[in-house]
């Protein structure tokens, strides 16, 4: 009867190795929420005439905020680049472009009749 004994509390002891074993997996990892650079350029794609040709990460204004700039393919309309800041990290809705797009009202006063 002692080997009997024996073999149940080394399968108990087996069982609880396996139990905290299954609970360290199952535990949440802790991930960083962040915003990629896919994140604007999809941004700059959808909503803007830019035409993303690089994209740099700024130096952030505050801690839990990102900041781009982008250089334009449509430099006609971004000849300086665009500026985007997200104030959120873990949320890419967050994400504002800041730079407005340039018009020339002067090819407007050169059409006849104004």
Known sequence: MRAGAARAKSAKADG?????????????????AEIHDYMIRRLLYLDTSCGVDELERLPPPTEGTRRFKA???????????????CTDIADDRSCKVETAPKTFDSLKLMRPGH
């Open 71 to 85: 250089l334009c393919r449509n430099v006609s309309a971004y000849p300086d680049g665009i500026f985007v800041t």
């Open 16 to 32: 609880m190795r396996l139990a905290a074993v299954a609970l360290a997996l199952a535990a949440p990892v802790s991930a960083s």
